[in-house]
């Protein structure tokens, strides 16, 4: 069965960068399509970045010029690099197969606070 474990998540001050990791086991990550989504308390889970099994990306326009989505195949990882962090980017972070989705891993957290 596949796992998901998400990383790298903490706790940054606005302005502060982070390194999200993906580690997808027991897949064949090349030929899918991933995501990287959060879910902040009482809102619904949202896409914020995907990128194809060729490496093609899309963001959402809230991290649009901040984030980063990239892959490494070969060792089954999935990563999100994220710049200049807000408030707003509080959540909790997880990653997944576009299509069809993997049961949810734990998440990581990152918190945005001075």
């Known amino acids: 069965q596949v796992q998901l474990v998400e990383s790298g998540g903490g706790l940054v001050q606005p302005g502060g960068s982070l390194r999200l990791s993906c580690a997808a086991s027991g897949s064949s990550l090349s030929i899918y399509a991933m995501g990287w989504y959060r879910q902040a308390p009482g809102k619904q889970r949202e896409l914020v970045a995907t990128i194809t099994s060729s490496g093609g990306t899309t963001y959402a326009d809230s991290v649009k010029g901040r984030c980063t989505i990239s892959r490494d195949n070969a060792k089954k990882m999935v990563y999100l690099q994220m710049n200049s962090l807000k408030p707003e980017d509080t959540a909790v972070y997880y990653c997944?197969?576009?299509?069809?989705?993997?049961?949810w891993g734990q998440g990581t957290q990152v918190t945005v606070s001075s």
């Open positions: 997944n197969r576009i299509y069809p989705p993997h049961p």
